[in-house]
Each structure stands twice: as structure tokens, then as C-alpha cells.
């Protein structure tokens, strides 16, 4: 079992940039598939970005591709989202997830953070 902490969240003017964490204590991340996904009010959990940690090879959703990047460090346990020129339609509590089969379908995780908040002002 893994354990899940974001952080970094905030809020930012629209073009500006913000870099999210997520923490795992419990097994090393690099044992899962973890992703990064986001729900705005009123709205579906939705896939943002994931990555393969035994090939490196990133996944995005169209609307974030090339302006949000995905990363890790095995050293410290710890997911990044590296999000640059921010959108006001970015708004919306993020959330890292963790599972056993990468995919960009939230019910195939099976392990949450507790969700942080990034607001983008227009």
C-alpha cells in the first residue's frame, strides 16, 4: 500500500506557472503506475498526465501537451507537475494517483491523495 500527499497548489495569473508534489510514503513509487488527474466544479475527474517509470515515457492530455511536464524522483519519492502557462480552464483541485496498470481512467487507480487546489485568474 502507498500513501499519497500533494502539495504546491495555489493561486497563479493566467500564463504564470506552478509546480505540484506528490509525496509517496509506504512502497516505492516506482512499483506503480501513477498519474496525475484533475476535477473542476460541477465536473468529471479527468486525466492530466502519467508516466512509466521503467521506460520514462510520459503520457499527456491533449489539452496540457506542451505546457505541463511530468517527472519523478526515485530518490526522494516524489511525483512532480511542472505546469507552465496556466490557463483559467486549468482551475481545478489536483489529485496524484497510484496503481497497478497505467491508464488515464481514474477507477483503474486505486490510491488518492487528498487533492490540492490550483486556481488561475484571468
Known amino acids: 500500500q502507498v500513501q499519497l500527499v500533494e502539495s504546491g497548489g495555489g493561486l497563479v495569473q493566467a500564463g504564470g506557472s506552478l509546480r505540484l508534489s506528490c509525496a509517496a510514503s509506504g512502497r516505492t513509487f516506482s512499483s506503480y503506475a501513477m498519474g496525475w488527474f484533475r476535477q473542476a466544479p460541477g465536473k468529471e475527474r479527468e486525466f492530466v498526465a502519467a508516466i512509466n517509470w521503467s521506460s520514462g515515457r510520459t503520457y499527456y492530455a491533449d489539452s496540457v501537451k506542451g505546457r505541463f511536464t511530468i517527472s519523478g524522483d526515485n530518490a526522494k519519492n516524489t511525483m512532480y507537475l511542472q505546469m507552465n502557462s496556466l490557463k483559467p480552464e ?14 488515464t481512467r481514474a477507477s483503474d487507480y486505486d490510491y488518492w491523495g487528498q487533492g490540492t487546489q490550483v486556481t488561475v485568474s484571468s
Open 90 to 103: 486549468d482551475t481545478a483541485v489536483y489529485y496524484c494517483a497510484a496503481g497497478y496498470v497505467r491508464s
